[in-house]
């Protein structure tokens, strides 16, 4: 079952506007949530993380939201950069020893100029 | 450093053979991951390592597939007699275990399986 939902399959962007990303999850157990941004031929690049005792996280043009009480996160870029087209996973581990990640069959963003 | 790296980058083989991949980790990293990617999908667990103990395995992983870690260091995943739905993108992800649960990934060893 799939325990991660990013329902958007794709998105597009201006160049410099915000890009909203988001991603569902269904497991109370997660207690820890990441991003990461695939470019074609190669492995996903992490990108932010977020614990569950927190509830935004930003690091330059990258914010994620973290609404427990909804089991919603998201990924705001801004401004979004040609160089942002890429696919973007949400991924989510949980509990004591749990350190394997389930991810979100992902978000493909195209920036336009 | 050079990151995680993963040999060979793409596989063909036919049905019904054995084929093995191996991991190199960031140096450092005692915990080491197997996942697997379809066209279309994000990633899927299949097996983690911390040092050479294999601690988790999927219900995925079914009994054709076999990973190792000797010593610690690099890794191997085998697929016995293939089959085309074996098809798939294999990343390995290493992570430390001061930094959280942030894995680092490969580029991925693709297999095709005619």
């Known amino acids: 079952d799939q325990q991660v939902k990013q329902n958007s399959p794709s998105l597009s962007v201006q160049e410099g506007r915000i890009s909203i990303l988001n991603c569902d999850y269904t497991?109370?157990?997660?207690?820890?949530f990441l991003w990461y941004k695939k470019y074609p031929a190669e492995g996903p690049t992490f990108l932010i993380s977020?614990?569950?005792?927190?509830d935004k996280n930003e690091d330059g043009r990258f914010t994620v939201f973290l609404n427990k009480s909804a089991k919603h996160l998201s990924l705001h870029i801004v401004p979004s950069q040609p160089g942002d087209s890429a696919v973007y996973f949400c991924a989510a581990s949980g509990g004591s020893n749990d350190y394997k990640l389930s991810f979100g069959a992902g978000t493909t963003v195209t920036v336009r100029a | 450093d050079t990151g995680v790296s993963q040999d060979p980058r793409h596989k063909i083989t036919k049905r019904g053979q054995n084929v093995t991949f191996r991991c190199d980790p960031i140096?450092?990293?005692?915990?080491l991951y197997w996942y697997r990617q379809t066209l279309g999908q994000g990633p899927e667990f299949l097996t983690y390592?911390?040092?050479?103990?294999?601690?988790?395995k999927s219900r995925l992983l079914s009994d054709r597939f076999s990973a190792e870690r000797p010593k610690g260091s690099f890794s191997t995943l085998e697929i016995q007699r293939t089959e085309q739905g074996d098809s798939a993108m294999y990343l390995c992800a290493s992570s430390f275990v001061r930094e959280g649960n942030i894995q680092y990934f490969g580029a991925g060893t693709r297999l095709s399986v005619l």
């Open positions: 497991n109370s157990m997660f207690d820890y």
């Open positions: 140096s450092e990293h005692n915990r």
């Open positions: 977020i614990s569950s005792i927190k």
């Open positions: 390592f911390q040092n050479e103990a294999q601690l988790e």
